[in-house]
């Protein structure tokens, strides 16, 4: 993974501390994470030992380590370890009381989100006093603006997606377990330049109905709907595309339900533009699905926010009246599924521009007839 300038961790420390002045809070408290790494550029191994960035609203950013762990950040760090304040503990150290010390005094500090439940607690017993909040909103609005730069790391990711979902849909899949097709589109995406292959999802016939299927033993055969969703990470940024392939001729009923969700996802990509609530994008897709008589069968969100991690804010459910910004990219994935026969999903990361949606996957989203 090619890491950015320290000028761009440097410019998203000051981001944060500003976020934390708008919001009130005394401090950020980021253990290791997506968000430690989008703010400092590495990843610190996430240990029973406590690492922790802590950022200040009017600046100063200090981060409590082991002992044992200074070299490593301090190589990691490189030219941001002059701005960020090294504060190190000893193994017969409580490292909680260290923090405390720290951010004395303070009424209300934030925790990243995904902290470990051991940490929160003993931060909690340390600082006691303190009004304890997620930091979830004040980081995620940063992280959900993707930079051009992010952006054309997602825009490889998705073309080298493409290219191992153009190779697996040219390959003869009956016969084939949905296992084996799916640890061969693994080493597929890894020819296609990903660092990490997360998952391969081949949900065949009636397995094709359930969303998160986990392929197993199940031969694919002639008839057969199938449901391939992969992705997993290029250059630090993830991808994460579906396409629906059908073995042999599908039957009319299937094709038409097929139309249905290609002019779903159309209209729904086409809807994106900044200002827009993330709710109308789902609606947009939900209704077309829905006036076909559908409505019931499309049992998820339209899509998630997608960038160091495959599922971030923003997520386009009905219950997010949030509207989209520029610089916001997100899946745009609806499904629908029918218990007990088949199923389909059309699924492409797309990028909120001035100018409207810009889809990165660029691969046919035709029904792919395959052998
Ligand atoms: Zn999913
Ligand atoms: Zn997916
Ligand atoms: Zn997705």
């Known amino acids: 993974v090619t890491a950015f300038p320290a000028s761009v961790h440097r410019q998203r420390l000051a981001a944060a501390a500003a976020e934390a002045r708008t919001r009130g809070l005394d401090a950020l408290l980021v253990t290791p994470s997506p968000d430690y790494l989008y703010l400092l550029g590495y990843n610190a191994p996430p240990l029973e030992r406590l690492t922790c960035l802590i950022v200040r609203p009017k600046g100063g950013t200090t981060l409590v380590l082991p002992h044992l762990e200074e070299p490593l950040a301090r190589h990691e760090l490189g030219a941001l370890a002059d701005e960020v304040e090294l504060v190190t503990w000893e193994e017969t150290e409580d490292p909680f009381a260290v923090v405390g010390q720290l951010v004395r005094g303070a009424g209300r500090v934030a925790l990243q989100d995904q902290m470990w439940a051991r940490f929160v607690l003993r931060l909690g017993a340390?600082?006691?006093?303190?009004?304890?909040?997620?930091?979830?909103?004040?980081i995620n609005a940063l992280r959900r603006t993707k930079s051009p730069?992010?952006?054309?790391?997602?825009r490889t990711a998705a073309a080298a997606a493409d290219q191992a979902m153009e190779a697996i849909t040219a390959e003869q899949l009956s016969g084939r377990s949905e296992a084996e097709v799916s640890s061969h589109i693994r080493q597929l995406l890894r020819d296609a330049r990903h660092d990490t292959a997360d998952w391969a999802i081949v949900a065949s016939g009636p397995n094709a109905a359930s969303p998160h299927h986990a392929p197993g033993d199940r031969v694919i055969h002639a008839g057969d709907a199938i449901v391939l969703d992969i992705g997993g990470t290029a250059n630090g940024y993830a991808s994460d595309t579906t396409r629906t392939a059908f073995v042999g001729l599908p039957p009319?009923?299937?094709?038409?339900?097929?139309?249905?969700?290609?002019?779903?996802?159309?209209?729904?990509c086409e809807a994106v533009r900044p200002g827009v609530p993330a709710r109308d994008v789902d609606r947009?897709?939900?209704?077309?699905?829905?006036?076909?008589?559908?409505?019931?069968?499309?049992?998820?969100?339209?899509g998630h926010g997608i960038g160091l991690e495959t599922h971030e804010?923003?997520?386009?459910?009905?219950?997010?009246?949030?509207?989209?910004?520029?610089?916001?990219?997100?899946?745009?994935?609806?499904?629908?599924y029918v218990e007990g026969r088949w199923g389909a999903r059309i699924e492409d990361i797309v990028v909120c521009t001035a100018g409207g949606g810009e889809r990165l996957n660029q691969s046919s989203r035709d029904l792919r007839i395959v052998t």
């Open 149 to 154: 730069e992010e952006v054309e790391r997602l």
């Open 252 to 268: 009319e009923e299937f094709q038409d339900l097929y139309a249905v969700l290609q002019e779903a996802q159309a209209a729904a």
């Open 284 to 302: 947009e897709a939900r209704e077309i699905i829905a006036d076909a008589g559908y409505g019931a069968l499309f049992t998820h969100r339209t």
């Open 313 to 336: 804010e923003p997520y386009l459910v009905e219950s997010n009246s949030d509207p989209l910004r520029e610089g916001d990219a997100f899946s745009v994935e609806p499904g629908i």
């Open 126 to 138: 340390a600082l006691d006093g303190t009004q304890l909040v997620e930091a979830g909103p004040a």
